[in-house]
Protein backbone atom coordinates (compact mmCIF):
# COMPACT_ATOMS: atom_id res chain seq x y z
CA UNK A 1 0.00 0.00 0.00
CA UNK A 2 0.74 3.40 -0.43
CA UNK A 3 3.73 4.60 2.85
CA UNK A 4 4.73 7.60 3.76
CA UNK A 5 7.78 6.94 6.71
CA UNK A 6 9.46 9.89 8.42
CA UNK A 7 12.40 10.17 9.86
CA UNK A 8 12.49 10.44 14.13
CA UNK A 9 11.77 13.14 16.40
CA UNK A 10 14.88 15.52 16.60
CA UNK A 11 15.70 18.04 19.22
CA UNK A 12 18.09 21.02 18.21
CA UNK A 13 19.15 24.13 19.62
CA UNK A 14 17.73 27.62 18.64
CA UNK A 15 20.01 28.98 15.08
CA UNK A 16 20.38 25.21 14.16
CA UNK A 17 19.38 23.36 11.18
CA UNK A 18 17.33 20.31 11.08
CA UNK A 19 17.02 17.72 8.05
CA UNK A 20 13.67 15.50 8.19
CA UNK A 21 13.44 12.68 5.33
CA UNK A 22 10.38 11.05 4.27
CA UNK A 23 10.80 7.76 2.42
CA UNK A 24 7.38 6.78 0.21
CA UNK A 25 6.52 3.37 -0.69
CA UNK A 26 3.84 1.53 -3.45
CA UNK A 27 3.77 4.02 -5.36
CA UNK A 28 5.93 5.27 -8.79
CA UNK A 29 8.09 8.14 -6.13
CA UNK A 30 8.87 10.35 -9.36
CA UNK A 31 4.84 10.21 -10.00
CA UNK A 32 3.64 12.67 -7.49
CA UNK A 33 4.63 15.73 -5.93
CA UNK A 34 5.61 16.00 -2.48
CA UNK A 35 4.29 18.77 -0.33
CA UNK A 36 5.37 19.78 3.70
CA UNK A 37 3.59 20.58 6.20
CA UNK A 38 3.88 21.70 9.38
CA UNK A 39 1.42 22.09 13.00
CA UNK A 40 2.69 24.07 15.78
CA UNK A 41 1.27 23.28 18.92
CA UNK A 42 -2.05 24.41 19.47
CA UNK A 43 -1.96 25.70 16.05
CA UNK A 44 -3.25 24.81 13.28
CA UNK A 45 -1.35 23.89 9.83
CA UNK A 46 0.63 25.29 7.75
CA UNK A 47 1.64 24.73 4.18
CA UNK A 48 5.17 24.93 3.37
CA UNK A 49 5.89 23.96 0.69
CA UNK A 50 6.58 21.22 -2.69
CA UNK A 51 9.03 19.27 -4.68
CA UNK A 52 8.64 17.64 -7.59
CA UNK A 53 10.33 14.38 -7.07
CA UNK A 54 10.86 13.67 -10.83
CA UNK A 55 12.57 16.93 -11.74
CA UNK A 56 13.71 18.29 -7.99
CA UNK A 57 12.14 21.54 -8.61
CA UNK A 58 10.49 23.22 -6.00
CA UNK A 59 7.88 25.80 -4.79
CA UNK A 60 8.42 27.33 -1.44
CA UNK A 61 6.04 29.44 0.19
CA UNK A 62 6.74 33.04 0.94
CA UNK A 63 7.11 32.75 4.48
CA UNK A 64 10.21 29.95 4.77
CA UNK A 65 12.29 31.55 1.52
CA UNK A 66 15.58 31.26 1.93
CA UNK A 67 15.29 29.08 5.17
CA UNK A 68 14.06 26.19 3.87
CA UNK A 69 15.07 23.37 1.13
CA UNK A 70 13.47 20.54 -0.02
CA UNK A 71 15.75 18.14 -1.95
CA UNK A 72 15.38 14.05 -2.89
CA UNK A 73 17.16 11.08 -4.12
CA UNK A 74 15.28 9.04 -6.26
CA UNK A 75 17.23 5.86 -5.90
CA UNK A 76 15.86 5.06 -1.96
CA UNK A 77 12.44 7.19 -2.56
CA UNK A 78 13.24 9.55 -0.13
CA UNK A 79 12.57 13.57 0.25
CA UNK A 80 13.70 15.88 2.56
CA UNK A 81 13.23 18.59 4.22
CA UNK A 82 15.75 21.35 5.98
CA UNK A 83 14.71 24.18 7.56
CA UNK A 84 18.06 26.15 8.76
CA UNK A 85 18.33 29.45 11.28
CA UNK A 86 15.36 27.80 13.74
CA UNK A 87 13.69 29.69 16.08
CA UNK A 88 11.49 28.37 19.10
CA UNK A 89 8.77 29.26 16.68
CA UNK A 90 9.47 26.43 14.12
CA UNK A 91 8.62 23.98 17.39
CA UNK A 92 6.06 21.60 15.35
CA UNK A 93 5.13 18.58 13.65
CA UNK A 94 6.25 18.34 9.99
CA UNK A 95 3.99 16.09 8.28
CA UNK A 96 5.18 14.94 4.49
CA UNK A 97 2.05 14.39 1.75
CA UNK A 98 1.91 13.74 -1.16
CA UNK A 99 -0.37 15.19 -4.16
CA UNK A 100 -2.79 13.99 -5.68
CA UNK A 101 -3.61 15.28 -9.16
CA UNK A 102 -7.08 14.53 -11.17
CA UNK A 103 -9.25 17.16 -11.79
CA UNK A 104 -7.99 19.24 -8.58
CA UNK A 105 -5.27 17.97 -5.85
CA UNK A 106 -5.68 17.06 -2.77
CA UNK A 107 -3.10 15.40 -0.18
CA UNK A 108 -3.14 11.82 0.66
CA UNK A 109 -1.26 9.51 2.20
CA UNK A 110 0.19 12.06 4.61
CA UNK A 111 3.24 10.63 6.95
CA UNK A 112 3.33 9.99 10.26
CA UNK A 113 5.21 13.40 11.29
CA UNK A 114 8.44 14.15 12.75
CA UNK A 115 8.83 16.25 16.23
CA UNK A 116 10.94 19.12 15.74
CA UNK A 117 11.45 21.05 19.27
CA UNK A 118 13.74 23.70 19.09
CA UNK A 119 14.85 24.59 22.62
CA UNK A 120 17.91 26.01 24.26
CA UNK B 1 -3.01 34.75 -0.01
CA UNK B 2 -6.36 32.99 -0.09
CA UNK B 3 -7.61 33.05 3.68
CA UNK B 4 -10.07 30.38 4.77
CA UNK B 5 -12.40 30.56 7.58
CA UNK B 6 -13.66 28.20 9.33
CA UNK B 7 -16.15 27.60 11.83
CA UNK B 8 -16.74 26.31 14.69
CA UNK B 9 -13.64 26.40 16.24
CA UNK B 10 -14.74 23.62 18.31
CA UNK B 11 -18.31 21.62 18.79
CA UNK B 12 -19.33 19.41 21.95
CA UNK B 13 -21.53 16.64 20.58
CA UNK B 14 -22.86 13.16 21.29
CA UNK B 15 -22.54 9.68 19.63
CA UNK B 16 -25.35 10.15 16.55
CA UNK B 17 -25.90 13.49 16.44
CA UNK B 18 -25.70 15.47 12.69
CA UNK B 19 -22.59 17.85 12.74
CA UNK B 20 -21.83 20.56 10.45
CA UNK B 21 -18.84 22.39 10.03
CA UNK B 22 -18.52 25.42 7.69
CA UNK B 23 -15.46 27.06 6.07
CA UNK B 24 -15.51 29.88 3.80
CA UNK B 25 -12.86 30.98 1.29
CA UNK B 26 -11.61 34.88 0.66
CA UNK B 27 -12.10 34.04 -3.31
CA UNK B 28 -13.79 32.01 -5.59
CA UNK B 29 -11.48 28.33 -5.55
CA UNK B 30 -14.16 26.60 -7.83
CA UNK B 31 -14.47 23.14 -6.10
CA UNK B 32 -10.72 23.48 -5.14
CA UNK B 33 -11.80 22.42 -1.07
CA UNK B 34 -10.26 19.02 0.66
CA UNK B 35 -11.05 18.03 4.33
CA UNK B 36 -8.69 16.28 6.79
CA UNK B 37 -9.20 14.45 9.86
CA UNK B 38 -6.14 14.70 12.76
CA UNK B 39 -6.03 12.92 15.32
CA UNK B 40 -3.41 13.35 18.17
CA UNK B 41 -0.64 10.55 17.17
CA UNK B 42 -1.78 9.85 14.18
CA UNK B 43 -1.31 10.55 9.82
CA UNK B 44 -3.71 13.04 8.99
CA UNK B 45 -6.21 11.80 6.82
CA UNK B 46 -8.35 12.60 3.92
CA UNK B 47 -12.03 12.75 3.69
CA UNK B 48 -13.15 15.02 1.32
CA UNK B 49 -11.76 15.99 -1.98
CA UNK B 50 -12.96 18.33 -4.56
CA UNK B 51 -15.32 19.69 -2.64
CA UNK B 52 -17.86 16.85 -2.36
CA UNK B 53 -16.08 13.63 -3.61
CA UNK B 54 -15.15 11.02 -0.65
CA UNK B 55 -12.09 9.51 -0.50
CA UNK B 56 -12.15 5.70 -0.56
CA UNK B 57 -12.74 4.01 2.64
CA UNK B 58 -13.97 7.15 4.22
CA UNK B 59 -17.26 6.10 5.67
CA UNK B 60 -20.71 7.52 3.96
CA UNK B 61 -21.56 9.24 6.54
CA UNK B 62 -19.08 12.11 5.68
CA UNK B 63 -20.05 14.25 3.51
CA UNK B 64 -19.42 17.32 1.84
CA UNK B 65 -20.86 20.35 -0.19
CA UNK B 66 -20.18 23.73 -1.58
CA UNK B 67 -22.13 26.94 -2.43
CA UNK B 68 -20.31 29.70 -4.45
CA UNK B 69 -17.48 30.10 -1.50
CA UNK B 70 -18.56 28.60 1.41
CA UNK B 71 -17.93 24.61 1.95
CA UNK B 72 -19.73 22.42 4.21
CA UNK B 73 -18.29 19.27 6.03
CA UNK B 74 -21.34 17.01 7.15
CA UNK B 75 -21.18 14.07 9.54
CA UNK B 76 -24.57 12.18 9.35
CA UNK B 77 -24.27 9.91 12.83
CA UNK B 78 -21.44 10.40 14.68
CA UNK B 79 -19.24 7.25 15.90
CA UNK B 80 -17.09 7.46 18.88
CA UNK B 81 -14.18 7.38 16.24
CA UNK B 82 -14.79 10.98 14.63
CA UNK B 83 -13.68 12.49 17.40
CA UNK B 84 -10.94 14.34 16.12
CA UNK B 85 -9.90 17.78 14.80
CA UNK B 86 -10.68 18.67 10.78
CA UNK B 87 -9.34 20.86 8.72
CA UNK B 88 -10.46 22.45 5.61
CA UNK B 89 -7.83 23.16 2.84
CA UNK B 90 -8.22 24.98 -0.57
CA UNK B 91 -5.35 23.70 -3.74
CA UNK B 92 -6.82 26.59 -6.01
CA UNK B 93 -3.94 28.11 -5.65
CA UNK B 94 -0.42 28.64 -3.78
CA UNK B 95 0.71 29.00 -1.09
CA UNK B 96 -2.29 26.28 0.22
CA UNK B 97 -4.22 27.52 3.10
CA UNK B 98 -6.14 25.57 5.45
CA UNK B 99 -8.91 26.47 7.79
CA UNK B 100 -8.02 27.29 11.16
CA UNK B 101 -9.68 23.75 12.35
CA UNK B 102 -12.34 22.28 14.27
CA UNK B 103 -12.32 20.33 17.26
CA UNK B 104 -15.06 17.81 17.94
CA UNK B 105 -15.23 16.61 21.10
CA UNK B 106 -17.80 14.07 23.42
Known amino acids: QVQLVQSGAEVKKPGASVKVSCKASGYTFTGYYMSWVRQAPGQGLEWMGW????????LYAQKFQGRVTMTRDTSISTVYMELSRMTSHDTAVYYC?????????????WGQGTLVTVSS | DIQMTQSPSSLSASVGDRVTITCRASQSISTYLNWYQLKPGKAPKVLIYAASSLQSGVPSRFSGSESGTEFTLTISSLQPEDFATYYCQQSYSTPYTFGQGTKLEI
Open chain 1, 51 to 58: INPKSGGT
Open chain 1, 97 to 109: ARGVVVTTNWFDP
